[in-house]
């Protein structure tokens, strides 16, 4: 719950994001191959997971989509794309690049079979992305993924004997019922 603020969480997250796209218009089209995407999507997880303080059991796609982090694969194909317009003098308009990354972004997150609880919240990425208020923080990140001090998480741990609600008795303590 404690340590860094949101503003550093996002401040390291970027500072990785660059790390992990260095060079990103040249290995951009290897990502056609599904296990080069999940490799490089690997440490962009771990990032988007401390930057919303999620649990390490909440999914990759459940902590993209909380944290605002566009999918790495994604924002490489747009680099990708921007260096060859670029190189062959094709003015590149960075808004409508960005509207296409996030639609085909949105695609993946309708068609993805994780992170249903958080899809049933935060069905529009875009609309998610643009907001103008509120940090995700500890608590929030929890009711958002499901993951979190639950009765129904915490017994599918075995961290607790029974699935229900210590404050009213509700047979089933999870997200909706919280």
């Given amino acids: 719950m404690g340590g860094a603020s949101q503003k550093k969480r996002r401040l390291l997250a970027k500072v990785v ?3 992990l796209l260095y060079a990103s218009p040249i290995w ?24 919303v303080r ?30 060859i317009n670029r190189c062959e003098g094709i003015e590149f308009n960075e808004a409508e ?3 296409a ?6 695609d993946e997150w309708k068609n993805s079979d994780k992170g249903k609880w958080t899809v049933r919240l935060i069905p529009d990425i875009k609309h998610w992305l643009l907001r103008k208020y509120g940090n995700c923080d500890f608590h929030l990140t929890q009711m958002l993924t499901g993951h979190g001090c639950f009765g129904q998480y915490l017994t599918k741990y075995k961290k607790r004997q029974s699935p229900e609600c210590v404050d009213c008795g509700s047979a089933e303590d999870n997200a909706e019922h919280t």
């Fill in 17 to 19: 994001m660059n790390q």
């Fill in 28 to 51: 951009a089209g290897s990502l056609s191959f599904t296990t080069n995407v999940e490799t490089i999507e690997g440490p962009q997880r771990k990032i988007a997971l401390r930057y």
């Fill in 54 to 83: 999620a649990y390490r059991t909440v999914s990759k796609a459940a902590a993209l989509v909380v944290s605002g982090m566009v999918p790495a694969h994604l924002l490489a194909m747009e680099q990708q794309k921007r260096y």
């Fill in 97 to 99: 690049e960005r509207n």
């Fill in 101 to 106: 990354t996030i639609r085909k972004w949105q």
